[in-house]
């Protein structure tokens, strides 16, 4: 990654809290994770473990390319789409937005300081309200 790129991605650590989150909820180490992250169709390993330490400690790292947040995916549990929008955001300050309401973009930003099992909490939640239970 280009110096300028690294520059300017500090301060975002959306992709390595994913990453850090995932394998502790895993209980893996580096190596036992770099194992798991085959890529679907070529059975091929897409990460290295010091690599994912790199990623881990906030060292500069290359952003990933498709063909590793697939093995990464696999490797973490997790969709790419996840992956990818977490890559996108610390990497290449990308944001998805999903409404213009500011109450929503507010209530979005909160989630993302919450941890999986309370995004998913959060989640079964508003759905049973939708369904009116």
Known sequence: MAAED???AQGRTQFRDVVVERKNALNLSYAKLAVRCIH???GVQTVKDS???RVATGEPVQAPDFDMLLGMAAG???DVDVLQ???SAQFFG???VFTESAEAKAFLEDADRLTQAQREAVQALMRSLAEGR
Do not use: F, I, R, S
């Open 6 to 8: 690294q520059k300017a």
């Open 51 to 53: 690599w994912l330490h």
């Open 94 to 96: 990308a944001q998805k």
């Open 85 to 87: 929008d977490a890559a």
């Open 76 to 78: 973490l549990e997790v």
């Open 40 to 42: 679907p169709d070529t």
